[in-house]
T-cell receptor, first 111, second 114 residues
């Protein structure tokens, strides 16, 4: 089955800096790569996703890049703000019924 | 819409007791998922339903776990008997094909088995 590795497990940045979280996947058939944000005491919430026919996608301060050859994808957050502090999960699947999540990255943005 | 609603938010029970977790998906969503979250194993898919029918329960850890979806607006996850290693946060999520593959998660149930 699919295996998703996520790094780093924790990431501390200063407000205004950029943050990058990286994930690798094992199943070359995976074609859907979402990122979820989980705030304390809440369930994960989708923030951005990308499909295998696209190399990069942006939404304001967040962007995701995908390298199918290397089987890795990354989340980039620019101009970080304290409210970006949360746990971020990457995932990979062939459709959401087979979604496999990474272990998560705790991002702490210090004022 | 109120989103996915889970109850209870917190459950503390003693080993050997029966535990029932409840979920109300978003109206109109035809997929429902149960996930378990622990520090060691992250987010694990336990079971999912499509149109109230269980499709894949290969993630259910053992026979002590069971899940039902008697109608489109209600699902339960039952653990009987519960064990300390079942302590985790259990999430319910729902989805609909018309919105792509986006999962909508509830706020979870924090289960502690003493």
């Amino acid at each position: 089955g699919e295996n998703v590795e996520q790094h780093p497990s924790t990431l501390s940045v200063q407000e205004g800096d950029s943050a990058v979280i990286k994930c690798t996947y094992s199943d070359s058939a995976s074609n859907y790569f979402p990122w979820y944000k989980q705030e304390l005491g809440k369930g994960p919430q989708l923030i951005i996703d990308i499909r295998s026919n696209v190399g990069e996608k942006k939404d304001q301060r967040i962007a995701v890049t995908l390298n199918k050859t290397a089987k890795h994808f990354s989340l980039h957050i620019t101009e970080t703000q304290p409210e970006d502090s949360a746990v971020y999960f990457c995932a990979a699947s062939v459709g959401y019924s087979t979604l496999t999540f990474g272990k998560g990255t705790m991002l702490l943005v210090s004022p | 819409d109120a989103g996915v609603i889970q109850s209870p938010r917190h459950e503390v029970t003693e080993m050997g007791q029966e535990v029932t977790l409840r979920c109300k998906p978003i109206s109109g969503h035809d997929y429902l998922f149960w996930y378990r979250q622990t520090m060691m194993r992250g987010l694990e898919l336990l079971i999912y339903f499509n149109n109230n029918v269980p499709i894949d329960d290969s993630g259910m850890p053992e026979d002590r776990f069971s899940a039902k979806m008697p109608n489109a607006s209600f699902s339960t996850l039952k653990i009987q008997p519960s064990e300390p290693r079942d302590s985790a946060v259990y999430f319910c999520a729902s989805a609909v094909v018309g919105l792509g593959e986006k999962l909508f998660f509830g706020s979870g149930t924090q289960l502690s088995v003493l």
